[in-house]
């Protein structure tokens, strides 16, 4: 059996987690590869609305196991208020939810690193989630991190306490006054008392070798999907870096997040908006700051589920879109949100940029800088259909399915899924994908 993976292809927010709860009734089970509680993966069922950060997003199926990898950096405190939240959904996941022992833990002193170095970095801010992502991986690859192994131990404590003082000590050169930095409204000694007592949430989990866990279940036949966090563009190695995450969002991630062989790597589900959206800083070459980018904005309600920032909007970048499927190996496509542009007269998408000296590119590089490019767009007919109730591929208004084949066309990958709407029924699955 290979492993399936769901993973995002612009920068974030595609709808990764409604998707892998969609997609969860056809797998044993589903793990994340990457990222922290920077992720908020929203799903929507039953008249309820329920965000994920770390827990991954087949966890409301009982049947299915889920598994934090070991390339997921868990905070306790923030993963204890996501058990809760779920325990009064009355979804207990001790009944489904393992954790790898290699998961490294986000110390409070990694969310004060993350707030210090943003406000040293004054105007140039990467605009962060300030979960402490950057300076939990920084400690994993500096090989001073803690894991969730490391709380089973003797001495925890003491290893805690002098890889918080060494980098006390890092954070008193920066002169600020501490006490104006508040971590989730919490003083850095109150939080910290409470991520002690979150603890005891994350030890009572069943913690495990995930990788050997996840190859005997592929040995066995049984069907693993793996969930990615952020997005393609958000990339530490490929992503508009230094505007990225500090992981591996693409498909390559897996191998080194879960202990998966490339060789085992099966279909690769790649979720993309209609239009583009990011958060935080860096370039976004399509982005609107006209009517037609607040519309977009306010229709498809973009405010981050992690950090309730207003995020930015454009249209479809398809030499982004290229790239990203470039680097991932994308055998499906999945739209999403495409009902936000069902008022819309016309739709623009990029189709190629011109860059320095005239010159026509078709593929996305970082080396672009946004002000040397200028982009080139096809306008293509709305819709003007509202397709948030249709759920056969037959029944989609003419205009919406030549938007379709004019995306499968640019990017030769055939859209396998079409999302209409937020909640889990809103999904049109193509038989002839499946
Ligand atoms: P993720 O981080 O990739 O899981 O995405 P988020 O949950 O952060 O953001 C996606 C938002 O769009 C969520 O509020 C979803 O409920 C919503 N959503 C997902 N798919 C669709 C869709 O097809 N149409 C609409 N209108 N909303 C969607
Ligand atoms: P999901 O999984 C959108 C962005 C931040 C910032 C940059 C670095 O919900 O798609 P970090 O906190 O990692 O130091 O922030 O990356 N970012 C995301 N944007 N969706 C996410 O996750 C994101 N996770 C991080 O806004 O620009
Ligand atoms: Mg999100």
Redesign the pocket.
Known sequence: MKIDVIL?LQ????G?GKIVDVFTPRYDIIARFQ?GP????TLEFGGQKHVLHTIPSGIFHKSTKNIIGNGVIIDPYIFSKEVEKLLEAKVDVKDNLLVSNKSHLILPIHRLL?AVYEKAKGKEK??????G??PCYTDKVSRIGLRVGDLLQKGFKDKYMALRDKHLAVIAAYGFDLEAFKIDNMSFETYEQAWFTSVDVLKSMPIIDSEIYINKALAEGKKVLAEG???SL?DVEFGSYP????SNTLASGVCSGLGVSPHKIGRVFGIFKAYCTR????PFPTELFDTDGKRLQDLGHEF???TGRARRCGWLDLPALRYAIMLNGVTDLVITKADVMDTFETIKVAKSYTVIDGKTENLYSSEFLSEELSVNYDVLEGWQTDITKLNKEQDLPEQFKAYISYVEKATRVPVSIISVGPDRTQSIIRDAAF
Not at 126 to 131: E, R
Not at 243 to 246: A, D, G, P, R
């Open positions: 995002g920068w974030g927010d595609e990764k990222g920077n992720a908020g993966h993350d990467i605009g962060s989630t300030l979960k992502i950057g966090a952020q997005g958000l505007f990225v995450t500090s958060v935080g800083s860096g981050g589920s992690t």
